[in-house]
């Protein structure tokens, strides 16, 4: 979940201007603790997913409630007060992060997290969130923190989500998969077709006719047979499959 959180916000822009990343390319990253003042990463502004603690449900314990802290930094050069780190100085772009103050990314972070409302691939519903207070830090810099804390309800195993809303139109199949290629373990769609009217059990149990990221492909959905679309992810970035998702109804079609 913590990776899931750190790719969220490192895709985050700002919505106005030139549309920049917030927080760049390194500007994000999971960390234990608070940071000091030799650990501190060198470009402003940046974010630290911190893992808190977390239990259990005791109703349902396949979901663990666990705990996050997010602290977000931002320092604005000539800024004797420290009042452009905290609201914001003179910004020649509105989207770019130069010159925006730690309120400003603060919102943008909001806004990333809150698009993880528990349908997306990551499984996971934001609970609550609160925000700490602007504090400075350093030696005769106005380098100013801000925490912002937030409970998810995860799934205590792995978890693959399969694409759903499978449907051929002249030849044409389409699935709906945003869910899962939002992930950031997501690596590729593979559609499978066998004899019969059961679905796949797995992208190896049957033929596979499509591999690839786009949700959309030419393929004769030929009678007889059922076709399965799967989504396949790992978590390292590399070319192999770590897993699959299940065929689930939605993410399958039966051809009379």
Excluded at 82 to 108: C, N, Q, T, Y
Aim: charged share 15%; aromatic share 8%; net charge negative.
């Amino acid at each position: 979940m913590a990776q899931q959180l750190k790719h969220e916000l490192e895709t985050v822009v700002w919505p106005t201007g030139s549309g920049d990343l917030v927080f760049g390319g390194r500007g994000v990253h999971v960390f234990a603790g608070t940071p000091n003042e030799d650990q501190i990463p060198p470009g402003f502004p940046w974010c630290l997913v911190g893992i808190d603690n977390g239990e259990a449900d005791v109703d349902s314990p396949e979901f663990i409630t666990q705990g996050y802290t997010l602290l977000i930094a931002a320092e604005v050069a000539g800024d004797p007060l420290g009042e452009f780190s905290i609201i914001g100085g003179s910004v020649a772009d509105l989207g770019k992060s130069v010159g925006r103050g730690v309120g400003e990314v603060a919102e943008r972070v909001r806004f990333a997290v809150g698009n993880l409302i528990g349908i997306d691939g990551a499984q996971i519903m934001v609970s609550a969130t609160s925000t700490g207070s602007p504090t400075p830090l350093g030696r005769g810099r106005h380098l100013v923190l801000d925490e912002m804390s937030l409970t998810a309800l995860c799934t205590s195993s792995l978890h693959y989500t399969a694409p759903q809303s499978l449907a051929v139109v002249s030849g044409t199949w389409t699935w709906l998969g945003p869910h899962c290629s939002d992930r950031f373990d997501f690596l590729q769609y593979r559609l499978v077709s066998k004899t019969g009217i059961v679905p796949s059990t797995d992208p190896t149990d049957g033929t596979v006719e499509y591999t690839g990221t786009a949700a959309t492909v030419d393929v004769v959905a030929a009678s007889g047979k059922t076709f399965t679309i799967f989504a396949d992810y790992n978590a390292r970035g590399g070319s192999s499959v770590d897993g699959s998702s299940d065929p689930e109804v939605g993410s399958y079609v039966v051809v009379a």
